[in-house]
């Protein structure tokens, strides 16, 4: 069964960047396919981007495109999702989620999410 | 970019009824299409992918239905425990667009 950590809520200042980690336990690290997903207060979800670390390309949201670096450790199973030139727009909880192999479609296995809050 | 666009945005049904929420592709992508249900609080659950198959575990009282631009979600005899909002996804091609979100209230 495939589990997913993430790191803890991080508190930023304006214009800077935020690094968020997820990592990844009892699965086939290598062979998955990970998405960042954002949720802003009250609001509804955003796909942002994915990596399949076997390939290790990642690809952006065009909203995100610029701002947004995700990557991957195959030694340590863990992705990571960076975002740059951070606003209080930012502010929000981002997921990291993935697919068990039995799943051909969709996301079922979520990390319980991180809180990133922007703020002067 | 595929347009992923829900309806109703809200909606209100008493316990027994059926509801249905539509979602309607921009571009078609085939049934590369999967369902979520978040309730307050709480991470998204995976409802249903490739447009009809239900997760295991999740309770046959929901189905989805659709291929192409429109896809539907139904849940037939509403319960309590349904209040939530109720998301599509797209995946036939990056970027895998969420729908704008569905949320289900009972009466």
């Known amino acids: 069964q495939v589990q997913l950590v993430q790191s803890g809520v991080e508190v930023k200042k304006p214009g800077s960047s935020v690094k968020v980690s997820c990592q990844a336990s009892g699965g086939t690290f290598s062979s998955s396919t990970f998405s960042w997903v954002r949720q802003a207060p009250g609001q509804g979800l955003e796909w942002m981007g994915r990596i399949a670390p076997v390939i290790g390309v990642p690809n952006y949201a065009q909203k995100f495109q610029g701002r947004v670096t995700i990557t991957a450790d195959k030694s340590t199973s863990t992705v990571y999702m960076e975002l740059s030139s951070l606003r209080s727009e930012d502010t929000a909880l981002f997921y990291c989620?993935?697919?068990?192999?039995?799943?051909?479609?969709?996301?079922?296995?979520w990390g319980q999410g991180t809180t990133v809050i922007v703020s002067s | 970019d595929i347009q992923m666009t829900q309806s109703p945005s809200s909606l209100s049904a008493s316990v027994g009824d059926t509801i249905t929420i539509t979602c309607r592709a921009s571009q078609g992508i085939y049934n590369y299409l999967a369902w979520y249900q978040q309730k307050p609080g709480k991470v998204p659950k995976l409802l249903i992918y490739?447009?009809?198959t239900l997760q295991s575990g999740v309770p046959s009282r929901f189905s989805g239905s659709g291929s192409g631009t429109d896809f539907t979600l139904t849940i037939t005899s509403l319960q309590p425990e349904d209040v939530a909002t109720y998301y599509c996804q797209s995946y036939n091609s990056v970027p895998h667009t969420f729908g704008q979100g569905t949320k289900v209230e009972v009466k």
């Open positions: 989620a993935t697919a068990s192999p039995s799943v051909t479609g969709g996301l079922d296995v």
């Open positions: 490739a447009a009809s």
